[in-house]
């Protein structure tokens, strides 16, 4: 008897655990794409911060009155807008404000830039900047410009790295060289 319960045990189990199988469904499904990212964003505000040297030339005719052959830091700020008219061209506006110093001097300076390039790959962007400004120390105003260019590069999806040398001149009036004075300029900055 106990034999012949425990065949219809497991015949009863065997036929319940079928019945449960045939009761799944299988519906097709249509895999789901794989996400790309759509690269970094160029187009819109940025806010950043900037460290890097300034060099004078050995002409007689400085620079906004900076020593002859001398060498400063530079600590600065920097704010702007850019846009993409068509891809891959970028145009921007550009404020900056730098402050200079070494061992005679120190002094600020204030820009209005154009910025006019190329985004190369999704996170690389090299660009050309041109723009005018004023040189102030104590007592002393200069009116001053400067052209250049420089690579920047996107770490995160809202953090770039940039690298910039521009050349820079005053209008003083004298018969300088139309470059007086490089800076050169590494900053990290936040794109909204």
Known sequence: MFVRSL????????????????????????PQPIYEAAGFDW????????????FTGSDASTYAGYPISSTSGVLGVAAGV????????????????DYIWNNAFSTGEFF????????????????????VGTNN???FNQGVYQLGGGVELAVTDSISVRGELVGQGDFDGAADPFFETAKA???VYYHF
């Open 7 to 30: 065949s219809l045990g497991v015949a009863a189990a065997a036929l319940l655990a079928g019945g449960a199988q045939a009761a799944d469904l299988i519906i097709p499904t249509t």
């Open 43 to 54: 187009e819109g505000l940025y806010v950043g911060a900037r460290a890097g040297g300034q």
């Open 82 to 97: 850019n846009f993409l008219p068509m891809d891959p061209l970028l145009v921007g506006v550009e404020v900056t404000g």
């Open 112 to 131: 209005a830039n154009l910025r006019a390039g190329a985004v190369v790959t999704d996170s690389v962007l090299v660009y050309a900047i041109g723009g």
């Open 137 to 139: 120390r104590t007592g």
């Open 185 to 187: 300029t590494v900053g």
